[in-house]
């Protein structure tokens, strides 16, 4: 039961949600007056990260496809 908590699979759906969290926090971040660019930057690095890792897993977990 242990490895189920460790497994790529969950991993990928924890990263999934935090991206969407970053989203939200970004759209709220956007609407608020005044912006703090510096803030948003690293909320949009900090996506953008996010977004290779969940790329880069989905690559691992997924079979290549035949030729």
């Known amino acids: 039961m242990d490895d189920n908590l460790h497994s790529p699979q969950r ?9 969407a969290d970053l989203d939200d926090l970004i759209d ?5 007056t005044p912006a703090d660019d510096l803030v948003l930057r690293r909320l949009k690095k900090r996506r ?9 897993l ?3 977990l997924e079979p290549p496809e035949p030729a």
């Open 58 to 60: 989905e690559n691992a």
């Open 11 to 19: 991993l990928l759906i924890e990263l999934r949600i935090e991206h």
């Open 28 to 32: 709220r971040h956007l609407i608020a």
């Open 48 to 56: 953008l990260a996010l977004r290779d890792r969940i790329a880069q």
